[in-house]
């Protein structure tokens, strides 16, 4: 091909950009974040006339200051990167507003295009627009598109092709009036950096004088210290006398002097006509942004994303794990064989990073639902309208109107999962929000919590059950308000934010290929980075489950152990036909055979795949199949099923016998016991910390853990709620212990999987190492503060409880209304410019 040209398509929000981004790449295209920030940079590829474009689809942005971290990085690309071509996406039905950005990206030295999009609604409204003069006011070219259907791509890549070649043109600059004179002296001063970036000395001079940080960067990078400093300062003085002449600031005069231009070009090119009624949008939003109304639509809506990506999502996986579970055993067989006590160590590692894997996989269904919900939210305009509602609210706790989603998803409502809701924050706009959303998500009743507030609720609350949940499920709202307004004002307080702006979009019908193509989209980038990580991770907490093994000892104990219990199955078989089967050569053989048949009709479907493993299996070893499944009115069979069936209980309780000692042994139980002397104070004993700890890896692992731990006796059949129960309350606890367990498992640090997912959202092992630690210290001093104070009052489990949740509810109540909103100069800078000025 005939060399390649980089085309960056950059226009505000909700104009249809990634639309029309689509129609010209297609499925050509690669999603990353720009180095340093978690803004989703898109790159697509197309040819044409035998060129190469590299297309760069920019964050949405209203303008090119520095007020957010969108218009930062879409800024930082135009200034870094220049472009061959700027294709600016302009809202047809909203002209006088979009073009702010295109007299911007003109005063940049960009050969620009603008695609005129959307141009089915403006006629929608009843807007005509005349093309030709619009094109020769603005002296660029202006091609109309309609990027959901396709309209004007041909077109739109031949003006750009033809762009990239033509010599950049003689533009109309914007005047500035008084100002005029201000603008040319600094630009005078900035001919060095001008000439060493390729910026216009023009735009660098408004830049300068508006008090861009970004631009004064650069003049400092270019210049001289001394002479950076001298240009500086004499700009900053420059601004200040013409704010003092005028008693107007420099910002809002450079706004007012373009919305000024932008009135002379539009005036004329537009006309409106006056038959057209009301439009759709503002009939729909009469309904679902009605004081009364909006609250109910909105409920409506986060309960159906979350009943059809969660629970119907979840159903799913009935139909997919299935896939995973076969391809597990798949790998299992390509493994060396087990032992009979224990594995080799490459099956053990093998078969656990299969099982980490198949658990992130197994969410695969969820986020497919989720993000495709998702898309069709942003594309139809409603999403936007969810922030509009609840932004007042949450941004009192440093959260933001799009913080909504991703708490439904972690669990508002019980059952929900932090994984999908770290992955919705990408959505919210302002970093320091969105980080304050990260952290705040893991906070939520998620489904692997529900088990041990069972438990525990079963053993020391029976008769306050509900009030008890009831306390849980809105606890956890409350905290998560608290922290979050906690650190945005600590650790989060450097973050990037902006001022909040919210924009109305039309409403849209989405396209279910741009929906799809989201969905599949998001979902591997999830598979991608997550997946790397969560191996990773998966062999450090292997190997600390793992070693140092057991002693010697132990280790001759429980092989003379499964020696009885061979002999035991041996003496049996002795004087039947199958005498063989159980020679010392096939005891590992067979008892192998019998679990995998046992698996394979596990997850074998329906009765045909149930008869085709029968087959298999008889076919592979008829003798050892015959103690497997005996023939018909054998009865050596049968006795010897009978035997086998006793070896392999055997075997099943010596090798969890040897698992619970191994943990008991193992690095985290060690550092279990070594807790103590800290955790003692929340009232909790090496156990407890040991079950609490697996349940790092998910949280489900903390019954299940404690139900190794919590041994029974050989002649007792009683549940775990009795023999944890018996145990505590022998060993002096109350339902105090539970309510300290509870509260530290609501703030504890979040499962594996999400701290990967907080790793990925962030871009930072740091903050993924605080989304660790800063919880484990939080609920730790909360629950210690609980138990200690409980014990030392005596009071009870249920009034302790009541008295934590009322002091938490009165917290937020007293933070919410001393909370203040943001710098309102700063807000009414930015409402101006996005609003056309005033």
């Avoid at 077109?155 to 950049?168: A, C, G, M, Y």
Wanted: net charge positive; with cysteine; proline share 4%.
């Amino acid at each position: 091909m005939a060399g390649s040209i980089q085309v960056a398509l950059a226009g505000q929000q909700n104009a249809g950009k990634s639309t029309l981004f689509n129609a010209l790449t297609g499925a050509r295209q690669h999603v990353a974040n720009y180095p340093g920030v978690t803004v989703d940079k898109k790159y697509g590829h197309y040819s044409f006339n035998g060129t190469a474009v590299v297309a760069v689809d920019l964050p949405g942005t209203y303008s090119l200051t520095s007020f957010s971290l969108e218009e930062r990085v879409a800024r930082d690309f135009l200034v870094r990167e220049r472009p061959d071509v700027a294709v600016n996406v302009v809202d047809a039905a909203n002209l006088r507003r979009s073009l702010h950005l295109t007299l911007q990206l003109l005063e940049m030295g960009l050969k620009t295009v603008v695609a005129l999009n959307m141009m089915d609604v403006a006629k929608g409204r009843g807007l005509d627009i005349d093309i030709a003069t619009l094109s020769a006011r603005l002296s660029v070219p202006v091609i109309a598109t309609v990027g959901s259907r396709g309209v004007g791509r041909e077109e739109l890549k031949q003006l750009i092709h033809d762009r990239s070649r033509r010599p950049q043109q003689a533009l109309k600059p914007v005047n500035y009036g008084e100002l005029e004179p201000i603008v040319a002296d600094v630009a005078l001063s900035l001919g060095e950096v001008a000439l060493a970036t390729s910026l216009p000395s023009r735009w660098l001079a408004l830049k300068i004088l508006e008090g861009d940080q970004q631009a004064e960067l650069l003049v400092r990078e270019h210049m001289s210290a001394d002479k950076a400093q001298t240009v500086l300062e004499a700009a900053r003085e420059m601004a200040a006398t013409f704010e003092a002449a005028n008693e107007c600031d420099v910002c809002d005069h450079i706004i007012t002097a373009r919305d000024a231009q932008i009135r002379a070009i539009v005036d004329g090119c537009v006309k409106a006509s006056a038959t057209k009624g009301e439009t759709l949008t503002s009939r729909v939003d009469r309904v679902l942004l009605n004081r009364l109304a909006a609250p109910f639509f909105l409920v409506l809506t986060v309960y159906l994303i979350y009943q059809v990506s969660i629970v119907w999502g979840y159903e799913l996986t009935n139909y997919t794990w299935p896939y995973l579970a076969k391809t597990r055993e798949l790998i299992a067989g390509l493994l060396p064989n087990a032992g009979f006590l224990e594995d080799p160590y490459t099956r053990s590692m093998g078969l656990w990073l299969v099982d980490s894997a198949n658990t992130l996989l197994n969410y695969v269904p969820i986020f497919l639902i989720l993000f495709a919900l998702i898309a069709i939210l942003e594309d139809s305009g409603y999403m936007a309208r969810i922030a509009f509602i609840l932004d007042k609210i949450l941004h009192r706790f440093g959260l933001h109107g799009q913080s909504t989603l991703p708490l439904i998803l972690g669990g508002v409502f019980a059952g929900g999962c932090a994984v999908p809701g770290i992955m919705a924050t990408k959505g919210i706009p302002d970093n320091r929000a969105r980080m304050a959303t990260i952290f705040a998500v893991p906070f939520m009743n998620c489904l692997a919590k529900v088990p041990l507030y069972t438990l525990l609720l079963g053993i020391f609350f029976v008769e306050d059950k509900s009030l008890m949940m009831f306390y849980i499920s809105t606890m956890t709202i409350i905290f998560a308000l608290l922290v979050s307004k906690l650190l945005t004002k600590t650790v989060l307080r450097g973050q990037e934010t902006s001022p909040f702006v919210m924009e109305m979009p039309t409403y849209h019908l989405p396209t279910v290929s741009g929906v799809l193509r989201r969905s599949f989209e998001r979902t591997w980038i999830y598979i991608k980075k997550v997946g790397t990580i969560v191996i990773a991770v998966a062999v450090v907490v292997f190997t600390l489950l793992q070693f140092p093994g057991l002693p010697e000892e132990r280790m001759a104990y429980y092989e003379s152990q499964a020696i009885t219990a061979v002999e035991k199955f041996q003496k049996a078989m002795n004087g039947t036909s199958y005498a063989a089967v159980a020679e010392d050569e096939n005891i590992v053989p067979l008892v192998n055979f019998y679990s995998n048949y046992k698996r394979a009709k596990l997850n074998a479907g329906g009765a045909a795949g149930s008869k085709r493993v029968a087959e298999t299996f008889q076919a592979e070893n008829p003798a050892f199949y015959a103690l497997v499944k005996p023939p018909r009115g054998d009865k050596d069979a049968k006795k010897g099923r009978r035997a086998l069936r006793s070896l392999i209980r055997t075997r099943m309780t010596l090798r969890r016998d040897m698992k619970e000692e191994r943990i008991t042994n193992s690095f985290l139980g060690v550092v279990g016991r070594s807790m103590e002397p800290v955790t003692q104070f929340a009232g909790f004993d090496w156990k407890i910390n040991v079950a609490l700890l697996s349940s790092f890896a998910a949280r489900e692992s903390s019954v299940a853990t404690l139900g190794v731990l919590f041994q029974q006796d050989d002649d007792q059949n009683s549940s775990l709620e009795d023999r944890m129960g018996s145990e505590t309350r022998s060993g002096g606890a109350t339902a105090l212990l539970a309510v300290s367990m509870i509260l530290f498992f609501a703030l504890y640090p979040p499962c594996l999987a999400t701290t990967v997912m907080v790793k990925v959202q962030t871009g930072s092992y740091m903050w993924m190492l605080f989304s660790i630690l800063f919880p484990t210290v939080l609920g730790l001093t909360v629950s210690s503060l609980v138990y200690s104070i409980g014990v030392a009052t005596g009071v009870s489990g249920i009034q302790m409880m009541t008295i934590v949740y009322f002091s938490a509810l009165a917290l937020l109540i007293i933070v919410g209304l001393m909370s203040d909103r943001r710098s309102a100069l700063r807000l009414r800078r930015m409402t101006t410019e996005v609003s056309g000025g005033s």
